[in-house]
């Protein structure tokens, strides 16, 4: 269903009022195109204007018993002159692009991410130098605690001072490598956001943000072997797996000598509120307040990032999944906080809206989640803006506007 409404009750879309022409479904052609959005029980959107109908389309409707569905203007394809215009946005072997060019790499990143400037230059060097404590922790090198308070220090600075930014950069970074420390930066980022949004003393922050950048390093001392499978994991690889927490804590505690406070929210972070989880089955508060931030940010970077074993999320899809815990996993305070900071469609996710245009969300709004402020990439009549040339609109105000949908932005330029 498509998702509107200025609420958190996020409404259906109303077509109250309009004069809405029926289609039958056995009526529908693969190929067919519409002027107008085709709608599925007045309130759905099964297809935008100008985008043709799939097979997988029609046989979607079929399996689900919908007998017909509904659009404004002409009651069939689009006229001979209309169809003429829509083909101007497919390419020369008649299938559709969305009114995207089909090299877009550049039109869906961020100006800084890809010339490598500004803040996106401090987000990069947070990772290389995590790296290097990651590098010296998996050859058990000895290292001091010290280099990791700094990045800590400077990476709470820093999203102090370039918050959406940085949040922008866990969906729109363009990174090669450096896979473990990607992860722990971006659980760090993340777990920053939710312990200022919950008015956390200031060394309580610096303790999570310590504990998240070292979160997983016990994942260092894993073979690499298992940590890469992508296929299913064997009884016995599973259990080793689930120990990582404890050589996370032996190494945050004994090795980097770190308190309770910052060594908990590596052994804590796979509880779950319910007691389900692991290595203790601790349960509800029982469970370091820091690891359940840590849990919920770390569950989302791990659903928005490139696996062995999987592809990535899109960031919509993601919050789905942690809006959907039903007080299974996460403390339902901190997932209140987390869409407080994240919003429905993550900041850096790219949506596609009810008018065919392209966009990439900018902002976001704890009272208005399905309303972010946007910068449009490709607009209505098919025109791509490059270097934030587009228009800045906020879905607040611009009340015709709606997201239909999030876009994964490697589909959009055929990488998968």
Not at 66 to 71: A, M, Q
Not at 106 to 122: A, C, I, Q
Not at 266 to 282: F, S, T
Request: net charge negative.
């Amino acid at each position: 269903m498509v998702l509107g409404g200025d609420g958190e009750n996020f409404g259906l879309r109303s077509l109250e009022g309009r004069e809405m022409n029926k289609i039958l479904v056995k009526d529908l052609k693969e190929g067919d195109v519409f002027s107008t959005p085709v709608y599925i029980e007045g309130d759905s959107l099964l297809v935008p204007a100008g985008i043709a109908v799939k097979e997988k389309d029609i046989s979607r409707l079929v399996s689900w018993g919908i007998e017909e569905v509904e659009t404004e203007g002409p009651p069939r394809a689009a006229k001979k002159e209309e169809l003429a215009e829509i083909l101007k946005t497919m390419d020369p072997a008649g299938k559709e692009n969305n009114n995207l060019p089909q090299k877009t790499s550049n039109m869906t990143s961020l100006p800084e991410v890809h010339e490598k400037k500004g803040p996106y230059r401090s987000y990069l060097e947070l990772i290389e130098r995590t790296n290097v404590i990651c590098d010296t922790i998996a050859s058990q090198d000895e290292l001091e605690a010290s280099s990791i308070g700094i990045i800590a220090s400077q990476l709470l600075q820093a999203v102090r001072e370039q918050r959406n930014s940085f949040i922008a950069y866990i969906l729109g970074g363009e990174i090669e490598g450096h896979d473990m420390a990607k992860s722990l930066v971006n659980t760090a980022i993340l777990s920053t956001l939710i312990a200022l949004d919950m008015k956390l003393p200031h060394h309580k922050v610096l303790q999570v943000v310590t504990g998240a950048l070292l979160h997983d390093v016990g994942m260092l001392r894993m073979p690499k072997e298992i940590v890469g499978k992508k296929g299913g994991l064997s009884e016995a690889e599973l259990q080793l797996i689930q120990s990582h927490p404890l050589h996370t804590y032996k190494i945050v505690s004994k090795e980097l000598h770190y308190t309770d406070e910052v060594s908990h929210i590596a052994l804590h972070h796979h509880e779950r509120w319910d007691g389900e989880g692991y290595p203790r089955r601790l349960s509800g508060t029982d469970i370091d307040m820091g690891a359940r931030i840590v849990s919920v940010a770390d569950a989302f970077e791990a659903m928005v990032s490139q696996k062995p074993y999987r592809n990535s999320m899109i960031g919509y899809q993601a919050m789905k999944n942690i809006l959907a815990d039903n007080l299974r996993r996460f403390d339902p305070d901190v997932i209140k906080a987390f869409i407080r900071v994240m919003g429905i469609y993550p900041i850096g996710s790219i949506i596609l809206l009810n008018n065919g245009a392209l966009a990439r969300v900018l902002n976001v709004k704890s009272n208005a989640p399905l309303r972010p402020t946007i910068r449009i990439l490709v607009d209505q009549f098919g025109t791509v803006f490059m270097n934030d040339e587009g228009d800045l609109l906020d879905l607040l105000v611009e009340k015709s506007l709606f997201i239909s949908r999030a876009v994964d932005p490697k589909t959009i330029a055929g990488k998968n």
